[in-house]
Structure formats: C-alpha cells, structure tokens
C-alpha cells in the first residue's frame, strides 16, 4: 500500500508538472460557445465591453481566439501569453485587456 501511495503521489505530481507546462507553452483562451467575448481593461476593472473576434483558430477540435479588435480604436490585437489578455499600444497608453465571463 505504501509503495502505491508513492507511486500515485509520483504520477500526480507529473501531471502538475506537465499542465504548468503546457500553459506556459499555450495559455490562448477559448471561444465561448456563443461567441460573445467581453473584455475588461486592466486599469478600468469597472467597465465591461463586448469586442469583436477578429480571428480564431481551431485546436483540439474547440476554437481559441487568435486576435479581438480593440475596443476603443479597432486594431487588432493579438494574445499575450505573458500577461494572459490582450493588449493594444495603438491608442494612448497601453491597454490591456482581459477576458471576463459575459452575462
Ligand atoms: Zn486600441
């Protein structure tokens, strides 16, 4: 029993390991199943805005969001996997903008 334990504990903490690291690697979020995504500016966590999808790409038979228009001048804006939103440099100071639950 005790070896057992050791062995579960071993393969558990792999597939820790191994989902960190697969987020490291592609944290790109999924389209909602409505296609509705909202986006809320880091600095103004107050206001919550619907951005248009401007391009998205399908992996592991679901679609992940390749780039949002910005919601304040239009330009596309690509994912960052560093800071986990997306961010526009386009207008004034830099925006960055994270996915929130719509609703
Ligand atoms: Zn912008």
């Not at 939103?85 to 903008?97: M, P, Q, R, T």
Request: with cysteine; proline share 5%; net charge positive.
């Amino acid at each position: 029993m005790g070896r057992r334990q050791t062995m579960m504990e071993k393969y558990k903490q792999q597939m820790k390991a191994y989902r960190k690291k697969r987020m490291q690697l592609d944290n790109t979020p999924f389209l909602p199943p409505d296609g509705n995504v909202y986006v809320m500016n880091s600095r103004d966590a107050t206001k919550k805005v619907k951005a248009e999808v401007l391009k998205t790409r399908t992996k592991q038979h679901r679609e992940v969001i390749i780039s949002l228009a910005c919601p304040v001048c239009g330009n596309p804006m690509d994912w960052d996997s560093k800071w986990e939103a997306f961010i526009c440099v386009k207008h004034g100071k830099k925006a960055i903008y994270e996915m929130v639950e719509g609703t």
